[in-house]
């Protein structure tokens, strides 16, 4: 769990269906983790629907990481209210960015791996990984959980340390 495997760009894209936190929306953002290093999104006023369209980035070092993420209604006056959590193992994009070398995969679009909804994940719809001129990608709508609904879209991007992974 010493050297970095890599860095993993995660573009938090949209929510869709978020809850009611304040009289009659609420004021989202989302904190992602992983591992010891945290990022934040801006907070957009009045919208349980909001576009982000926000890069963080991580050092990915540990091969059986998972990213988690929390969603927070901002306020003036008080803390900050829960708006749900999600978690995703990263164990399928590491194992495609292994095997994208083994199948030597380059340029063009190729999906090499399909992550399913189940009850052991937060997957809220088929997501696909593939391998997109070179980078491994990852496309995925995670249901919120604790909260009545809610979902959140992220693109994760894998890139790799040179002969790491």
């Known amino acids: 769990m010493g050297e970095p495997l890599g860095l993993l760009q995660v573009t938090v894209i949209q929510g ?28 957009i006023n009045n919208c ?14 540990d091969p059986a990481a998972v990213l988690a993420l929390e ?3 901002k306020d003036r006056f008080k803390a ?4 749900g959590h999600a978690s995703l193992s990263l164990q399928p994009l590491i194992s495609v960015a292994r095997l994208r070398h083994v ?4 340029s063009g679009e190729t999906t090499l791996r399909k992550v399913l909804p189940d009850p052991d994940n ?4 088929e997501s696909t990984i593939s391998c997109i ?12 959980c604790a909260v009545e609904s809610g979902e959140i879209e992220l693109k994760i991007k894998l890139i790799e340390q040179r002969s790491s992974i």
């Open 103 to 106: 199948v030597r995969v380059s």
């Open 122 to 125: 937060c997957v809220s719809r």
């Open 48 to 61: 349980l629907n909001p576009v982000w369209d926000e890069e963080l980035s991580f050092t990915l070092k």
């Open 16 to 43: 869709k269906k978020l809850v009611i936190r304040d009289f009659k929306s609420s004021d989202p953002y989302v904190i992602v983790k992983l591992g010891n290093e945290s990022a934040k999104t801006k907070v």
């Open 71 to 73: 969603v927070f209604d």
């Open 80 to 83: 900050d209210d829960k708006m």
């Open 133 to 144: 001129d070179g980078e491994v990608v990852q496309s995925v709508w995670l249901r919120l």
